[in-house]
């Protein structure tokens, strides 16, 4: 940060160099600036100062044979993103009394490249990943429900519209009202990554 | 008779010694596992837990949050427009400040400005205005001046800027003067809630010359510099409230963003509150927009 300000002030005195009116000093009044600032975006408002929805690029490393890469997501979600697909602490208080399981960040990251749209072999990945702690034979409609949420996981973190995220949460809602209790007191880790995602999403919009 | 000792013995002393490492360790792993295992976690507490639950209207709702409101009225701020932005505004005062100290208040003056950014704001960016200070009385661009702005934004929401207003004159010069500044600025999201009062405030120190000097500097024409700087928090999604110092005296403002759809801001204020430079309180409006043209054509999109 120092240096970037070193490179600012240096920028500036550049300019006083090149200005011819650099030593020019307020006359009269002073009518042109004393009044609201209007000679940059202050009258735009809070139109480019930082807010929770604008968009933050996150690197993502590669999980399961998936390249990493660079994903653009809303600044408010930005810092659980990183800290699924990486070994950061992740944010327990976001959804209180949830017991967080281990992420790993290979199944974080497959997650979040699902949401992202960025990669077609995170969906299989994933599927076996909820499968794997369901009954075989005993859950035809969770492992329906399974497909119905990847299906609607996929590109919410690219496209995250209210509509869109409304989607991918009523599947989740829907696979967690029929999964079987033992299922949700041990879940997968990909299913607690899902959960963490999508609340995420949602608070962007509340 | 031999008086026997009722103490307990060394063997006993050890016994009692292991029951009470037993009960002590029983304690421990009682204790471990009740923190381990979370209380009521029947199937309708894990259904709870797991299951998210959106207010109603939600899959309705804009995909965009509604601008943020004035962070400053009569500052520069560290944040600007980059590659893709584009901004179109107006000031306007009521009167401007006496010519003579103590003397009457100036006529009614205004100016419009237009800009655009450049650059990537989290490496580096550039933001061009262009200020037309003559409107109607002489025609707009009569007297027209150039501004620049450097900023970056880092991750942690700091912004950092060096500018200069007014660094090229058009046309006619006007009576302000060009001043090169600093400005470091910080907005603070403190509640994701933004209709709860105070859930942003932001915060603007910085410094400069020119019209950031301080008012006997101006007229001594001595090469000084000023100190300047902002504060603002949100009050509703809709307002806020802005104060302001930009080195000569102080502005209180409000700042109001109408509309969710389209990013119009709004800041009517009193400027020389104080009276430390100007001898009287004037009433001062702003007014503009600050656009990213593809999101301004989603938002429109998705609100009509």
Known sequence: MLRTFGSLVRAVALALLVSPLSLVAQTGNGSDVTGPATTGSTTAGGAFVPSPTAPTPVPIPPAGGVPGL???????????????????????????????VTISPEVGSLVVQLAANTSPTAAAQITTSLSQQLSVGANASVSAAINTLLANMGGVLANPTPANIAQAVNALNQLVSGAPAGYL?????????????????????? | MTYRSRRPGRRTHWLLLALGALAAQAVVAVAARAQETPPNLNAD?????????????????????????????????????????????????R???????????????????????????????????????????????????????????FSSGWGLAAGTETAF???????????????????????????????????????????FRSLADVRANRKTIGVFGA????????????????????TLSVGLVPFRCMPLSITPGITDVTRNAGNRPRMMLGMGMGVNPREFRARLRDCF
């Open chain 1, 70 to 100: 660079s994903i653009v997501v809303p600044a408010q979600v930005a810092p659980l993103v990183t800290a699924l697909t990486t070994a950061g602490p992740l944010p327990v208080g976001s959804v209180p009394g949830l017991i967080l």
């Open chain 1, 185 to 206: 007191a041990s879940p997968p880790p990909a299913l607690q990554a899902t959960l963490l995602l999508l609340n995420g999403l949602a608070a962007t919009v509340r």
């Open chain 2, 45 to 93: 507490s894990l259904r709870a837990l797991y299951t998210i639950v959106l207010p109603p209207g939600f899959a309705d709702r804009s995909a965009f949050s509604r601008t943020l409101p004035a962070t400053n009225a009569s500052t520069p701020s560290g944040f600007g427009a980059a590659w893709g932005d584009a901004f179109m505004g107006g000031g306007y005062q």
């Open chain 2, 95 to 153: 009167n401007t400040r006496a010519s003579v100290p103590g003397g009457p208040l100036g006529r009614n003056d205004g100016a419009v400005v237009a800009g655009f950014g450049l650059g990537n704001r989290r490496v580096l960016a550039a933001e061009v205005a262009f200020t037309s200070f003559s409107t109607f009385r002489s025609g707009f661009f009569t007297r027209t001046g150039v501004s620049y702005k450097l900023h970056r934004q």
């Open chain 2, 169 to 211: 004159v058009i046309n006619e010069k006007g009576d302000g003067g060009s001043a090169n500044y600093v400005a470091l600025s910080r907005v603070f999201t403190r509640s994701q809630n933004t209709g709860r009062p105070g859930s942003s405030i932001g915060i603007t120190v910085g410094a400069g010359d020119g019209r």
């Open chain 2, 231 to 250: 504060v603002s928090a949100r009050l509703t999604d809709a307002a806020g409230v802005v104060a302001d110092w930009n080195g000569q005296d102080l």
